[in-house]
C-alpha cells in the first residue's frame, strides 16, 4: 500500500531510438526536487548493500563539504543530480517507482525549420510512490531492524542514485532548504545505470589550476577570492593562508605579512612559517584529516589549541614577565618556531600522546585535546634567548620540534637538545642585557685608558 506520492512539474524528452539493454523505450525527465524528498525516496545501489551495487562509498568529508557550501543561502549547485526509477515491492504487490502524466507533446523543429517526429518534448507531472517503510525511517516513525534498513536504502527506493549521492546528502544536512534539478531515467535496467555512472564518472575531467588562471581574469579572481573562502573552495596553499588571514575562527585572523597587508595593519607572522606549517600539516593520518571539511578547518582547530596556552606571545615582538622585558621569541622566529610546533603536533599525534575526546564537536576535540598536549610546554622556550645563527632550514625546524616533543614530556625547561648541541641560553631580560651590554663598554673604555 503506498502511503504517499510526491508529485512534480516536468519536462519529458523522447527520442525513438532510445531503448534499454533489456529493449524496453526509455524516457529521461527533468525536474527540481529538494534534498529532504530526494532523500525519502532515492537510494544507492552500493556494494555491500545490494547484489548489484555499482556506486562508491559515501565519503563523509565530501559530504560535509557540499553541508558547508550550500548553508550559505546564496551558494546554488546548478548540475542535475542523475537518477533512474525502477519497480518497487510492496508486500506481495509491484509498482512503477514513478508515473508520467503528460499535459502538452511537442516535436523540435530543426535547423532545415523541418519537424524531428524522431523526437518529442512533453510538459506534465511526475507523479512518484513512495513506498512507507522509507517515509516512516527518514522521517523517524518507526524503528527497524539492521536488515531492514539495507533494503529501505536500496531495493525499497523508487529510485536510485547514478550521480550526486554526495550532494543529496550534503543538502538534506545543509540548512536552509536546498534544491536540486534532477534527471530521471524512466525505463532503464540496472545494468544501463551502472553503464551510466561509468559513462559520468568516466568522461569527467577537473578543470586544473592552470586552465582556470587562464580564463579567469585576475582582477575577477581576487574579487571572487572572499566567495571561494566562505564556500570552502580551496585550490592551493595560498588559499589556506587567505582563509587564516580572514576566517572568524582563526586564530591567525588579520596576523599574517603578506602581499595583501594593509598600509597600518597589525601583521607580525611571516607568511613563510604558515606556508611551511601547511606543508607539514599535509602529512598528518588520514583519518584525521578526513573528518575536516578542508585543511584550513583542521589548521584553525589545531591552532586554537596552540593558541589557548601561548596567546601572550602573540601580539608584540617583546614580552612582559613579572615587570620585565624580554625579546618575544615565538614571533622574532616565527618562521621557524611555528612550523616546529606543528611538527611537534604531528610527532604527538603519530605516536598517540594527543587523544581526542568522541563527545563533542571535531573542531572543539582537537583544539582540546592539542591544548591538553601543549599546556605542558614551559613559556621560556618563547622567551629564552635562541642560540641557533640560522634555524629555517627543514633540518633545523625538525630538530627544535624534536626539542619541544622533549621539553612537554619532561615538563621543564632545557638548555641543551640530545645531541649536546646548545639551543638557549636562559631568560635574559632586555633591561639586564642592556645593563651588562652598558657595563662591558665600561670596562673597555678603563681598559683602552689604562
Known sequence: MITKKYTYPCIVLNKKSWKSSDGKDFQLVTFYASASDLQIWSGVYRAGLCDKGYQRVLKE????????????????????????????????????????????????????????????????????????????????????????????QTIKKSAAIIDGQHRVDGGNAAAPNVYFPVTAFLGISQEDQAFQFIVINGKSQKVSKHDIDLVVPKAVYVGLQE????????????????????????????????????????????????????????????????????????????????????????????????????????????????PALQKAINNAWQIGKIEINPKDAIEKRVTDAVYD?????????????????????????????????????KKKMTYTDSIEKTWFDEPLSNELRKKIKKENKKKKTKSRRA
Open 373 to 409: 598536549y601543549i599546556k605542558d610546554l614551559p613559556l621560556e622556550v618563547f622567551y629564552c634567548k635562541y642560540k641557533r645563527g640560522s634555524i629555517t632550514n627543514d633540518a633545523h625546524i625538525i630538530e627544535l620540534a624534536s626539542l619541544i616533543n622533549t621539553i612537554i614530556r
Open 227 to 338: 566567495r571561494l573562502r566562505k564556500a570552502a573552495i580551496v585550490r592551493d596553499d595560498a588559499d589556506i593562508v587567505y582563509a587564516l588571514q580572514n576566517e572568524v575562527t582563526s586564530p591567525f585572523k588579520e596576523l599574517i605579512v603578506w602581499g595583501s597587508s594593509k598600509p597600518g595593519s597589525k601583521r607580525v607572522i611571516t607568511k613563510g612559517g604558515i606556508d611551511k606549517a601547511i606543508e607539514f600539516s599535509k602529512t598528518l593520518d588520514e583519518d584525521i584529516k578526513n573528518e575536516f571539511t578542508s585543511q584550513t578547518d583542521l589548521l584553525i582547530a589545531i591552532w586554537n589549541g596552540i593558541k589557548k596556552h601561548t596567546s601572550d606571545f602573540w601580539d608584540s615582538k617583546t614580552i612582559k614577565i613579572d615587570g620585565h622585558t624580554y625579546s618575544n621569541q615565538f614571533l622574532k622566529k616565527c618562521a621557524a618556531v611555528i
Open 61 to 152: 568529508k565530501h559530504s560535509r563539504e557540499i553541508q558547508k557550501f550550500l548553508d550559505n543561502e546564496e551558494n546554488v549547485i546548478p548540475n542535475s543530480v542523475v537518477i533512474a526509477f525502477n519497480k518497487i515491492k510492496i508486500g506481495d504487490s509491484e509498482c512503477d517507482g514513478a508515473r508520467l502524466s503528460i499535459d502538452k507533446k511537442i516535436n523540435p523543429v530543426n535547423s532545415d525549420d523541418k519537424v524531428d517526429t524522431n523526437v518529442s518534448i512533453c510538459i506534465g507531472n511526475l507523479e512518484v510512490n513512495v513506498h512507507p517503510d522509507c517515509e516512516a525511517y527518514c522521517l523517524g516513525t518507526k524503528e527497524f531492524k539492521p536488515d531492514d534498513i539495507s533494503l529501505i
